[in-house]
């Protein structure tokens, strides 16, 4: 942040925006005090800002979708990189027993961290089969992959105590084992966040390629870029950054 001050750019931290409106104005709400423990009295809870800007560039990332299964909500269901994100930012293991229920790669990150967090992991993965990569870091952290297979039901009361799954078998699916867990955890893909450009009548649009929808080229002064815009890559996330900051200027 100290960097970028350095060279002129305003950092708004702890500040949402929650509309986008004509003439490039953007609707801002700053939470001033309402996170600090002991706020002074002199200062708002929060504050309203009406920004005016030629260019927005939306790098609102992308947020994990569920599966939709038989008593999904119970307590100890969770998606993969909310409990991903509880062990590296909080260092909260959230499981000893942890089955992730996947159909894509990126899942496999989340299970490799709990693993070596000391966790006994185990994933159900849809697909038929997987990169080799992610099967060597299965075997690497004594994961359990169970390919061609989807989560039935949680089962369980107060909290998951298990998962029933389903196995894809002739082309149909039959009821399969029952793993044991304290944890279960989803990963069904990921949605861009194109709300804000939606504000502005641009329809997202179906990428059947990358199973979301994408905020699609518009006449509106409003770019995505990341993972907003579909792309997964760190490294192309970042030459995306570069490229849409480069066009906005």
Known sequence: ?????????????????????????????????????????????????????????????????HIAFGDNDRPGVMTANAARTYLNRFGIQPGEN?????????????????????????????????PDALRSLCEEDGISLHLGAA??????TKAVSGLQT??????????????????????????PVVNLLSHRGVKPVWNAELACFLAPASEEPVLATGSAAGIWDHDACVDSGRAVAAEAM
């Not at 702890?14 to 002991?38: N, P, Q």
């Not at 942890?98 to 790669?105: E, G, K, L, P, R």
């Open 151 to 156: 989560p039935l039901k949680a089962l369980g």
């Open 1 to 65: 942040i100290h960097e970028l001050e350095s060279v002129g750019v305003r950092v708004m931290t702890s500040t949402t925006a929650f509309g986008l409106y004509d003439g490039g104005v953007a609707g801002l709400l700053e939470r001033v005090s309402d996170h600090l423990a002991d706020p002074p009295s002199w200062l708002p809870r929060q504050r309203f800002w009406t920004l005016r800007a030629r260019c927005t560039i939306v790098a609102s990332g992308a947020l994990e979708r």
């Open 98 to 130: 942890i089955v992730v229920a996947t159909n894509n790669d990126s899942a496999y990150i989340s299970a490799s961290s709990l693993a070596h967090s000391g966790a006994a992991v185990a994933i159900v993965d849809s697909r038929s089969s997987v």
């Open 166 to 191: 389903a196995q894809r078998q002739a082309g149909a699916w039959q009821l399969a084992d029952r793993l044991d867990c304290d944890l279960a955890l989803v990963s069904g893909g990921w949605s």
